[in-house]
């Protein structure tokens, strides 16, 4: 078991900004790629955002333009700066480890943000 620390979610008006942050006791950072991924009531889980230990970045369509992901190994933390939130992105939000060589994932427990005015 690894434990995470997400925080940063919370109630934003629209075109407000949120930044989650995700840490995970995880020996090596490195060795992972760091995920976001949302549920909204009633859909499945999307991947939002992935960055690898390269730093080059992946982002689902609704999400190109207004977040920007970014890590830091030595704190083993993922970020997600979110910009000009609509009432699309209410939803839990999860950061994901994935290790690159093993194939397996750690999960964060998710931290809820809701986009309302």
């Known amino acids: 078991q690894v434990t995470f620390v997400e925080s940063g979610g919370g109630l934003v008006q629209p075109g407000g900004s949120l930044r989650l942050s995700c840490t995970a006791a995880v020996r090596d950072s490195s060795l992972y790629d760091m995920r976001w991924h949302r549920q909204a009531p009633g859909k499945q889980r999307e991947l939002v955002a992935s960055?690898?230990?390269?730093?080059?970045?992946i982002y689902a369509d609704s999400a190109k333009g207004r977040f920007t992901v970014s890590r830091d190994d030595a704190k083993t933390a993922v970020y997600l700066q979110m910009n000009s939130l609509k009432s699309d992105d209410t939803a839990v939000y999860y950061c994901?480890?994935?290790?690159?060589?093993?194939?397996?994932?750690?999960w964060g427990q998710g931290t809820q943000v809701t986009v309302s005015s």
């Open positions: 994901n480890f994935h290790h690159l060589r093993a194939g397996y994932d750690y």
């Open positions: 960055i690898s230990p390269d730093t080059s970045t």
